[in-house]
C-alpha cells in the first residue's frame, strides 16, 4: 500500500522506478541517524544504483557507538558525531545540528532512524525539507515503540511511514506508506525485519517525491 500523500490518484508502487531527469541537479542531502544504520545505507545504495538524484554530504549521528558511523566510512561520507549528552538542551543540539548541515551544503534533511525529538530550531531552517521514517501506518503507533505498540494490540497490518516532519512527533504530511501483515507465527523481531524491508524500499522514492511537491 504506496500512496503519495494529498494525492490519492497517483499512486506509487514499491517497485517501480522513478525517472532521473539528468539536468537536474542532484538533491544535497543531510541525514541523521541514531543505530544501526540500515535506512542510512539503503539511500546510499539507491543512489548508486541510479534510483534517487542525490548525494549525501553528511551523516551526523548522536550515539558515539551508532553503526552508521561505520557504514558511512564505508561509504565514504563524512561523519559528524553530536553526543546529545554534551548538550544542555534540545535548541543547543538542534543548533549545531543546523550549523553542520550548513557547513557541509545540505538542502534536505533525512532522518533515518533518529531517536531525538526535534525542534522548531531545525525544522524552520529547513522548511518543509525534513524527512522522517517510522515503523507505523501513521497516525497510528506514534513513539519510540511503534512495533512492539502494534504487536501488542493485536492488529493484523501495520508496517511504515515516510513523512514530512512537524513539531509534533510523527506527525506532518504523509509522502508514502509501505503495508506489512502481521503473521500468526510473527515474533517482534520477525516484524521489524519485514518492516525496515518495505522501509529500505520506500524510503528514496519517498525523497524523490518530496522534492517534486
Known amino acids: 500500500m504506496i500512496a503519495a500523500s494529498n494525492d490519492p490518484p497517483s499512486l506509487i508502487s514499491p517497485n517501480s522506478e522513478l525517472p532521473l531527469n539528468p539536468d537536474i541537479a542532484p538533491l544535497k542531502l543531510g541525514v541523521l541517524a541514531s543505530g544501526s544504520g540500515s535506512n542510512?545505507?539503503?539511500?546510499?545504495?539507491?543512489?548508486?544504483?541510479?534510483q534517487l538524484n542525490a548525494k549525501i554530504h553528511v551523516l551526523i549521528y548522536n550515539n558515539p557507538n551508532a553503526k552508521a558511523a561505520e557504514r558511512a566510512a564505508r561509504w565514504?561520507?563524512?561523519a559528524v558525531l553530536l553526543n546529545h549528552r554534551d548538550f544542555t538542551s534540545r535548541e543547543a543540539l538542534d543548533g549545531a545540528i543546523v550549523q553542520t548541515l550548513s557547513d557541509h551544503d545540505v538542502e534536505w534533511v533525512i532522518m533515518a532512524g533518529w531517536m531525538r525529538i526535534v525542534t522548531n530550531g531545525l525544522i524552520n531552517a529547513f522548511r518543509d525539507r525534513v524527512i522522517n521514517i517510522h515503523p507505523s501506518l501513521l497516525p497510528s503507533f506514534k513513539g519510540a515503540h511503534a512495533i512492539q505498540q502494534a504487536f501488542d494490540a493485536g492488529v493484523k497490518i501495520t508496517g511504515c511511514t515516510v513523512h514530512l516532519v512537524r513539531l509534533e512527533v510523527d506527525s506532518g504530511p504523509i509522502l508514502m506508506q509501505a503495508a506489512v501483515p502481521i503473521l500468526p507465527d510473527d515474533t517482534l523481531e520477525t516484524l521489524q525485519t519485514r518492516i525496515q524491508v518495505q522501509e529500505h524500499r520506500i524510503f528514496p522514492r519517498a525523497i524523490a517525491i518530496a522534492a517534486q511537491l
Open 40 to 50: 542510512f545505507e539503503a539511500i546510499a545504495q539507491a543512489i548508486v544504483n541510479r
Open 76 to 78: 565514504h561520507i563524512p
